[in-house]
């Protein structure tokens, strides 16, 4: 499903002393199969722009398409649920949203709000709970038992299970242990591809968009700063550091070893293979250019 | 050599109704003046060390003894004075309805009075770049303020111990790099102890001494160097291996000589450039 | 419209009103909603709506804003009016509309009891509107301290409402976002029949319970951490301090107050 923000605009509490101007102008295409990362500092609005991906928040201006419907500011809307169905949102800390007494009736409940029958929902149920890797004896557990961990990886089913073409995440992995955060991103990425699914991750990780993603938005002040492929984006880390944020490890030591030795490597390396058989190529000619 | 300013011998804690033990048979010192990393897996007992050692819980096996005291019922006020806490929600530790009462409310709490309590909020927050904020609510500060403020908060009581419980998990980059500058000038300026529990391994690389936990049981002990050669073993433990380390083994592996792993990125560039360039 | 209410929120500024003492505010408010009640004929009204307009205007808050600002209470009092107006039968008709008979007391009772109303909206909401939420409870925690002596929780008290108060903003945002989660996984708020609505509330209600929780013990133990044992041997950081402004404030509804005697039919 392809879906594509034009010019759109979001105020939060709009007409009243308290507005405030959040997003505005942005145009972000997501074409279906896309895995879209978008980067940003605090309040840059990365969330805000999730949020319209399946019409949780409407423009205040400009349009929304998402498949074939178009959701358009001052345009009253009925049912958003399909929409719903097709773009699942994993929240950041989503464990916050779990309620049911079993982990199973959890993970039914998005797709039984959408009709599936309570059958295919349990069915839905214990294949999702085996894709975020957790033993099947743990359905009938209360989610509230678990640990912080598996709570993440319970909700994190329950959107699963909804079985959506698009996938929402908002910094999903944060507070998670380093295993824990890669076994999580790397479950997204296997479902991407396996699914086809298309993906929109906020991340403050540069590693996690530089290693995932095929295209970065990059958000400053509301506003969409830059996008492009990883290599695009990072070949200009100056520009990144000026906005007061990171680059990948890995470009940052080329950085600084670029600096200190006072050269310029051919190109931009993402990867930590790669960036150290230049420096050693680099170092092998004796260190100069 | 420094000596121990806390000594935990042998501590072992199981909270109520749980079967097994949050911790177990736990024995080590906390060096004065040094900067202590935690780390190891969701649920390893991190945050219940952390709350022994300020008399949060009381250890159901073993001693603990603060700056020469026996942590017990009946000196944990006087040992909380000593070390401060600095907890991960930066929602959930702000009690003032402004940034001032927030940092006074600790010193309230020790009959402080008042006319050094208005000096001390001022300094503390001055210290973490939060003078300005007195009178802000916490709603409008972003999650790095919050923690300078409960940091301030912790100063403010003038402790030898501050324990940072995954304090800057929470926060964006920018955040944690403020939070983490902050609680370093500290600790060379005032001689603040500083235990900092941690996912982020690039930080702990950059402490004085790594305890590793595991299952609620010390699993090593020893400087980041040391630590961090356990390499694969790290991983099986749920946690990863800093980049400068994994770039040291792979330049090493491409057949770039290195007198040893570095932890930092700049100590990596340092000595390629001091045994390489212009040879 | 919830966001134009100014019923029970701050406006900051720096006028007479908002420099004043929150424990002489209080006093004011309190003595003043018994005074009201001296109030019987056209002066002694007309003295007391005097003394609200002299208060709204040292207070420095725009009259639109107030205006705007109360409109939903506004229409309170005259509901109040009305059925003063129709309840009332004494006195001569003044007024009849078919079945509609309007008596001349119920005139007067329902202009003097609606009148008696909008002043003590008006008085409360100046209390609220030039003193911060803190302030009141620093203020009320001075206040009731004699009460102390019988074992009242004086402190625990005003620690709970300051604490109730910095946790409002914290608490809208949880419900908010949960909401938007819970969305997500189709959950409809705002359509739908009125029974799926209210079962659409347990989704919400759960979490929000479970997160309060948490973050109650979350407070609960970095209270304690940071040495919090009770009100006892606390040294206190707020200070209150009573200036002249806060005596002659005092001594003016005083003079009113007589005045009001004096008027009294
Ligand atoms: N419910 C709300 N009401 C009013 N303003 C809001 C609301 N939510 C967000 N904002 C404001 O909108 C702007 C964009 O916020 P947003 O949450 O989209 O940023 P973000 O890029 O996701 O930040 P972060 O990295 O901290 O999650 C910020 O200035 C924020 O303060
Ligand atoms: N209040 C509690 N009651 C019962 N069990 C608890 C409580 N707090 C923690 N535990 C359990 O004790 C063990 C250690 O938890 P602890 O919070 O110390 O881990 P941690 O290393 O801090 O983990 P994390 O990295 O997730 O913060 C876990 O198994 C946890 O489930
Ligand atoms: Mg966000
Ligand atoms: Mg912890």
Redesign the pocket.
Known sequence: MDISLKNVEYRYQADSPFEHLAISDVSIDIPSGTYLAIIGHTGSGKSTVLQHLNALLKPTKGSVLIGSREIKAGRKDKNLKSIRENVGIVFQFPEHQLFEETVEKDIMFGPMNFGVSESDAKARAKEALQLVGLPEDILEKSPFDL???QMRRVAIAGVLAMEPDVLVLDEPTA???PRGRKEIMDLFYTLHKKRNLSTVLVTHSMEDAAKYADEIVVMHQGKVLTKGTPEQIFSDPVALIELGLDVPEVIGLQLKIEETFHTKFSKISLSERELAEMIAEFLRGGGQR | MSKPLVTIDGVSFS????Q?P??KNITFDILEGEWLAIV????????????LLNGLQFPQQGKIAVCGTELTEATVWEVRKNVGMVF?NPDNQFVGTTVRDDVAFGLENHGVPREIMVERVQTSLDKVQMGTFLNQEPHHLSGGQKQRVAIAGVIALQPAIIIL??ATSMLDPRGRAEVIATVRELKDREHITVIS?T?DLEEAAKADRVIV?NK?ELYREGTPEQIFEMDEELVQLGLDIPFPVKMSKLLRHKGVELTKTHLTEEELVTELWTSHSKM | MMEKMIFGRYVPGESLLHRMDPRSKLIIVFLFVIVVFIANNVPTYAVLAAYTFLMVGLSRIPLRFLYGGLKPVFLLVFFTFLLHIFMTKEGPIILELGWLKIYEEGLRQGIFISLRFLLLILVTSLLTLTTTPIEITDGLETLLNPLKKWKFPVHELALMMSISLRFIPTLMQETDKIMKAQTARGVEYNSGPVKERIKAIIPLLIPLFISSFKRA?ELAVAMEARGYKGGEGRTKYRQLAWGMVDTAMLLFLGAVTVLLFVLRG
């Open positions: 640990s912080g961990g507070g998670l242990d | 909270y109520e109704g749980q097994t949050a911790l190891g897996h969701n649920g390893s007992g991190k945050s219940t060390l952390a709350k991960q419980d995954e529990i996912h936990m609620g | 013990e």
